[in-house]
């Protein structure tokens, strides 16, 4: 008799060479990001707020500036979330608002390739962001089921997107939630999910989303994400 081990299928995150990739990421993430940290550690809460003003009213200053370095990465929990949520639901077509570095993507990725294949489609505003995302996603065996989008995500988004999208992932400039969403709502499935990292950011977007008329049922989850389900097509 087989042990019962021989049965457990191994996920691609299980997998040592993605294993490896994601923590040297994350503690690559948690060096690149301390500044930003530190100063919100050290600012007024006038300051707080103006910062946070600029990253809402200004994201491409914000971007190209402080941030332009920096990974601002979804949690460890955060991803395994994401793959989960992919697996679960069968997910065949995913869109991502700020891809960054790659670590939400290899998450989504790894789940779409454990599904049995689909087509994942990030974006990224800085292009050494994206170009660096997208070794990531070679270095994890990945890249077959992916294409990482530079430059303005408003026009990256705008074609060639999939037929369907069972799941879309923003996580990029908060103002730009409502656009994004405007962009892929019509290739959104009936049942297709939507996580929304720091949504609070954006009370016109939040309300929007949690306004169940606009076709949504929405459900705040942990501390800075919104998890919502498109229940119809406009």
């Known amino acids: 008799m087989k042990d019962p081990s021989y049965f457990i299928q191994m996920s691609t995150l299980q997998q040592p060479r993605v294993q490896e990739l994601l923590e040297r990421l994350f503690a690559e993430a948690s060096v690149a990001d301390a500044p930003l940290r530190e100063k919100i550690a050290s600012s007024t809460p006038e300051e707080r707020t103006a910062l946070m003003a600029q990253v809402t009213n200004e994201p491409h200053v914000f971007y190209q500036g402080l941030a332009k370095t920096m990974f601002l990465p ?36 790894a789940a779409v390739k454990d599904n049995g294949g689909g087509r994942v489609i990030g974006s990224e505003y800085e292009a050494a962001k994206a170009a660096r995302a997208r070794q990531h996603l070679e270095a994890a065996g990945l890249s077959d089921f992916v294409e990482v989008r530079d430059g303005d995500a408003t026009e990256s988004l705008s074609r060639d ?46 309300a929007r989303i949690r306004d169940p008329k606009n076709g949504y049922l929405s459900v705040p989850f942990a501390e800075d994400v919104e998890l919502f389900m498109r229940l119809a097509n406009a």
């Open 74 to 109: 979804v949690s460890r929990e955060t991803g395994r979330l994401l793959y989960m949520l992919v697996r679960a639901t069968k997910a065949k077509g995913i869109v991502e608002f700020g891809t960054s570095f790659g670590i939400s993507t290899i998450h989504l990725t």
């Open 161 to 206: 997107l999939p037929e369907r999208v069972d799941l879309l992932l923003l996580d990029g400039a908060k103002s730009l939630y409502p656009r994004i969403l405007d962009l892929v709502e019509p290739k959104l499935a009936n049942g297709a999910l939507v996580l929304a990292d720091n949504a609070d950011h954006n009370p016109e977007f939040l």
